[in-house]
């Protein structure tokens, strides 16, 4: 809902409309005005959602927010995306995984292991009342969202998925212009 007014809010609109990841995107054709209001207006619902991002992973992995790490699987999601006839033509190995393989290795794979095993009784709970009330509490605990962005995006928790486990492998040490869509 924030995209791309947030980018014009915080003076990168133009860097990311000459990223080849946007050229096809239409919203990046024209600048976007955007008046003093509307610009308060997405500072705050900007720190609303990675306030309700940071605290909705917390409540259903136990920890912040993580990443995939599926660089050792290469060879078999490339074997997975050809099979569906879904792979970039002439791309050996493919450079891009298609979103659907992703989805379908995790589904087949990954959603069984922890901390994604009982994400969906977590989801569940969140239809009665008591769910709803113990989510509002996490979310409106400073203390545990100052706990939660003290870890910051750069310490992320990186997974990867190795003889039939995922396992933690390390923390993330991305540089901060490398961003995730």
Not at 61 to 72: I, K, V, Y
Not at 91 to 114: G, K, S
Request: proline share 6%; with cysteine; net charge positive.
């Amino acid at each position: 809902m924030l995209f791309p007014e947030y980018l014009v809010n915080e003076g990168t609109f133009e860097a990311n409309a000459r990223k080849n990841h946007f050229k096809d995107y239409l919203c990046f054709r024209r600048p976007i005005p955007l008046s003093p209001e509307r610009a308060q207006v997405i500072i705050t619902l900007k720190a609303r959602w990675e306030r309700e991002s940071l605290i909705t992973s917390f409540y259903l992995f136990h920890h912040g927010p993580c990443h995939l790490d599926f660089s050792n699987l290469i060879e078999e999601l490339s074997q997975e995306a050809g099979s569906l006839g879904v792979a970039e033509q002439g791309q050996e190995p493919p450079r891009i995984i298609p979103n659907q393989v992703l989805e379908r290795f995790f589904l087949e794979h990954m959603a069984r292991c922890q901390p994604f095993a009982g994400v969906g009784e977590k989801i569940h709970r969140l239809n009665n009342r008591k769910g709803q009330m113990e989510f509002l509490q996490y979310l409106q605990d400073d203390g545990l969202r100052k706990k939660l962005k003290k870890a910051g995006e750069d310490r992320v928790l990186v997974w990867r998925f190795i003889k039939g486990k995922l396992q933690a492998k390390r923390r993330s040490f991305s540089p901060p212009e490398y961003k995730f869509y």
